[in-house]
């Protein structure tokens, strides 16, 4: 029951609080909450899931519920109203005031009486929460310039009270431009003023124009939020006096949750040469991001490759070992390199499929479409719609989410490598294993495509988990086979052109030490496949494409998976072309993979993804030594590369190579291994003593 407790600590981690505070829910758009919770408490979730049993975690997360609860019934809401009016509709379907992505406002109203929850101060134009403006106008297919900053111009009502405790100074620094109007209950007055003890109310009436934009309200000089309770609404007397001292609850249960949960995944580690590492190369890589030396912090990423030499105890020569080494070290470059979209929104530029994508999650989460998904057909790819939906209600809207739903994506790539590697030539080929795919792309063409808001990566990512459940399921419950299916099920529909990699994470139903050259003798391998893998990701699968089919058909009465698609314009054959040019046209999709490169062009930095493209094909031809490479991996390989015989993308360079990088890296580290040894059994031994930990053998 780990993963309830699991659900239950998100629950109590994300519920947004009535009271303000460092970890007050969502949006998480503050430092020390987006990183704590949105990157780090995953990261526990997977190094160490076993505290979520003990009765600390229990108690805490059920503590932290229960307050949630209570604060929800007993206080009115912390900060103050904002509401926007731009000077014409922005959103389809809709005549009133446009959503921010906060849930503590009236998300759910076709005319919000808030647009946002005002709980911090905003000191510039991109800390506004004024995401709508990547919205089109309902009656055109793009945004004229009026409707976008700089040109246009919105009117911001701030409606709220405050409540100080003592006479003081209150005051709002403006921006120097902004035409505003400032009432105090009710009377226009001039700044700063003075107030009494009491509730007052304040009122704010701001015309924004331009891109220089500021509000930060302050009493007696300093900030105003941590100095007087700001409400909107007039709170009661008696709720008064029980907010000061139940202010620092949910503070203190949450740091109480994540620091007993920090020892104890240190606890579990207890090898100061890991621990050594694993901190010394994520300040290194910190370092060179904060001081803007990216293209260094990217080599450091290569560099990674060196933890092949720090010495681990057979304990930790598994997937959670591997995360310690590679994913922390990687994570860190993901986190600090983010760091400055935090709280923060982003402009998107009009008419790529990023920003089509996040119109669609705005459709789908404020408006109600979620079905729909914000178009009865699916011209550009179904699932991401959804996915940034869910990441812009946590994270609000900034794009930090993005950056971190793509690093654990490509991180769940990496451990794949690694799993593959580590079973067919020990714990030191998976470490090199698992960096070269981060490597590969973070030095290829396709670098740039992090955080960028894209398909591609999350389809990989949920393949590359797919593969690692049905991998764990062969020994363990049907659930993980069932898990492993849908997986695949969800990144079938976040890049339709994967559904035959989707059915490929089947081949994980053979054992990972089972050799290509087993593949002919029937009698062998039927024997030892895990046939409620075999079974249960194609059934969960077909079942998925069932339900894709059903939905079309419901919104266009045409029962299809490619209606209304890019299919027929993305072939790579279409009717009337010549045998030679269809061959030529096959062959630039998959050598466009291969390369990573569009036009395809030979790139050294990411030459392992063709090495083990190479290494697949001479496996399958029974080349010695390569033929005893593991056949689950080289079956995933050909069920990868089968969609780029049927279509070829096209924009974003490296984005159609994301889903492929992981296993031709495992398929090139396990090539260079069998020929650097005569007897790769040796290396299995050492990997069947590693998996006799059963908890984290991976």
Same mark, same amino acid.
């Given at each position: ?296 912090? $990217? @080599?450091? =990423?290569? /560099? ?5 030499? %720090? ?5 930790? &020569?598994? *997937?959670? +070992? ?105 714990? $030191? @080929?998976? =470490?090199? /294993? ?5 490597? %590969? ?5 396709? &670098?740039? *495509?992090? +955080? ?126 010549? *045998? ?119």
């Amino acid at each position: 029951m780990t993963w309830v407790w699991g659900l239950m600590a998100a629950v109590a981690l994300l519920w947004p609080d009535r009271i303000s505070g460092p970890f007050d829910g969502v949006p998480l758009d503050r430092a020390a909450e987006t990183v704590l919770i949105g990157l780090i408490v995953p990261a526990l979730c997977f190094v160490q899931p076993r505290f979520l049993t003990t009765r600390l975690a229990r108690a805490t997360i059920g503590l932290l519920l229960l307050w949630r609860i209570s604060a929800a019934m007993l206080f009115v809401q912390d900060g103050w109203c904002v509401r926007f009016e731009p000077s014409r509709p922005l959103v389809k379907e809709s005549n009133g005031a446009p959503h921010a992505w906060d849930l503590r406002a009236d998300w759910r109203s076709a005319d919000p009486a808030c647009s946002a929850i005002m709980t911090r101060s905003y000191t510039e134009f991109a800390e506004f929460p004024v995401w709508f403006f990547n919205l089109p106008p309902p009656s055109e297919s793009w945004p004229q310039p009026e409707d976008r900053p700089p040109e246009a111009t919105t009117v911001m009502r701030v409606r709220g009270y405050v409540t100080p405790t003592r006479p003081g100074s209150f005051d709002i620094e403006l921006a120097a431009g902004m035409k505003t109007t400032i009432a105090i209950d009710g009377r226009i007055t001039g700044l700063p003023t003075a107030l009494d003890a009491g509730a007052h109310q304040v009122a704010v009436d701001a015309t924004l124009t331009g891109s220089q934009w500021r509000i930060v309200p302050r009493w007696n000089g300093e900030e105003l939020w941590s100095r007087v309770t700001a409400t909107v609404n007039r709170p009661s007397i008696a709720s008064l006096g029980l907010r000061w001292w139940t202010r620092s609850i949910p503070f203190t249960l949450t740091i109480v949750l994540l620091v007993a949960w920090m020892v104890s995944a240190l606890s579990r580690v207890q090898h100061p040469g890991i621990v050594a590492w694993t901190i010394g190369i994520s300040l290194v890589i910190a370092f060179l991001v904060r001081a803007d030396q990216i293209a260094a912090a $990217r @080599w450091t =990423i290569v /560099a990674l490759i060196a933890a092949v030499f %720090v010495p681990v105890p057979p304990r930790l &020569r598994n *997937l959670g +070992g591997a995360f310690l080494l590679v994913g922390v070290p990687w994570l860190t470059y993901i986190g600090v390199a983010a760091a400055p979209a935090i709280g923060r929104w982003v402009l998107y530029d009009v008419g790529h499929d990023y920003w089509m994508f996040q119109r669609f999650a705005y459709r789908i989460v404020m408006q109600g479409y979620w079905l729909e998904g914000g178009t009865p057909t699916f011209y550009f790819q179904p699932l991401y719609r959804w996915i940034a939906a869910v990441l812009h209600v946590v994270f609000g809207d900034s794009s930090v989410g993005e950056w971190y739903w793509d690093g654990a994506c490509l991180l769940a790539g990496s451990l794949l490598s690694f799993r593959i590697a580590r079973s067919f030539a020990g714990f $030191r @080929w998976g =470490i090199a /294993a698992a960096v070269i795919p981060l490597a %590969v792309f973070n030095l290829s063409a396709g &670098r740039d *495509l992090v +955080g960028r808001g894209l398909s591609e990566i999350s389809s990989a990512g949920l393949l590359s988990m797919a593969a690692l459940c049905a991998i764990g399921s062969r020994h363990r419950t049907t659930g993980r086979a069932i898990a492993a299916g849908l997986l695949a099920t969800l990144a079938f529909y976040t890049r339709l052109n994967n559904l035959v990699m989707a059915l490929g994470v089947a081949a994980f139903a053979l054992p990972l030490r089972m050799p290509v050259g087993a593949l002919v003798r029937l009698r062998e391998w039927r024997a030892r496949v895990a046939w409620r893998t075999a079974i249960a990701v194609p059934a969960v699968v077909a079942i998925g494409v069932l339900c894709f089919a059903w939905r079309t058909w419901y919104y266009t009465g045409v029962f299809s998976v490619l209606h209304g698609t890019q299919g027929r314009s993305l072939a790579v054959w279409k009717p009337g072309m010549t *045998l030679a040019s269809a061959a030529s046209s096959i062959a630039d999709s998959v050598l466009l993979v291969l390369t990573v490169n569009d036009p395809p062009q030979f790139d050294v930095l990411a030459s392992p993804v063709l090495v083990g493209a190479f290494v697949a094909v001479l496996a399958m031809l029974g080349t010695p030594r390569l033929r005893d490479l593991p056949a689950p991996a080289v079956l995933f390989f050909f069920a990868a590369i089968a969609g780029a015989f049927v279509a070829r993308g096209s924009a974003y360079p490296g984005r159609f190579s994301v889903h492929i990088i992981p296993i031709t890296c495992a398929l090139t580290v396990c090539g260079a291994a069998s020929l650097f040894h005569r007897d790769s059994r040796v290396h299995r031994v050492d990997d069947s003593i590693v998996s006799q930990d059963p908890v984290r053998a991976g």
